[in-house]
């Protein structure tokens, strides 16, 4: 059985020798046998392990994707419980931070006092010795002015006053 192509008027570029003879002979079906047969013997030992390959490494590449986005989720959960315990500590810090602050201010102030007190107590004490001081000498000074207006009006006069 032969069979003859015919070609359109328009098309004799395509073809330098006119038609095209296909035989169909007792090859065809041994060939179709053969395709047959191969695709018996093919798909259980190539056909259906690869497509079982393909569906493993889907199911792996969507089990990585999956594991991904919940390590994304879990690193987004860490980060804002980070920043929440970052915050609580640095409002922990301020708190401290301020009773030191006011500690130190009724420290320096109670310091100062003291130091005010001890002055205070130093000049007072300067100043009662200075003013027994100037007394003992106020007395010293009665004691010896008869003493010393006798010899200076001896001196001046020559002669002794009572």
């Not at 006011?102 to 003013?131: S, Y």
Request: proline residues 3%; charged residues 30%.
């Amino acid at each position: 059985m032969q069979i003859v192509a015919i070609l359109p008027p328009t098309a004799p570029f395509i073809f330098a020798s006119g038609g095209v003879n296909i035989d169909f002979d007792r090859t065809v079906f041994v060939q179709m046998g053969l395709f047959v047969l191969l695709m018996l013997v093919l798909a259980p030992v190539l056909f259906r392990p690869l497509l079982r390959l393909f569906e493993e490494r889907e199911n792996r590449t969507e089990g990585a994707r999956e594991e991904a986005r919940a390590m994304q989720e879990n690193a987004a959960a860490l980060l804002a419980r980070y920043e929440d315990e970052l915050g609580r500590v640095q409002q922990v810090a301020l708190a401290e931070r301020e009773k030191l602050r006011t500690e130190t201010l009724r420290l320096e102030a109670k310091i100062l006092e003291e130091a005010r007190v001890a002055t205070t107590k130093i000049v007072d004490d300067g100043r009662k010795r200075v003013e027994s001081e100037m007394s003992r000498m106020k007395a010293e000074l009665e004691q010896q002015s008869t003493v010393i207006t006798r010899e200076i009006a001896l001196r001046v006069l020559g002669r002794e006053v009572q």
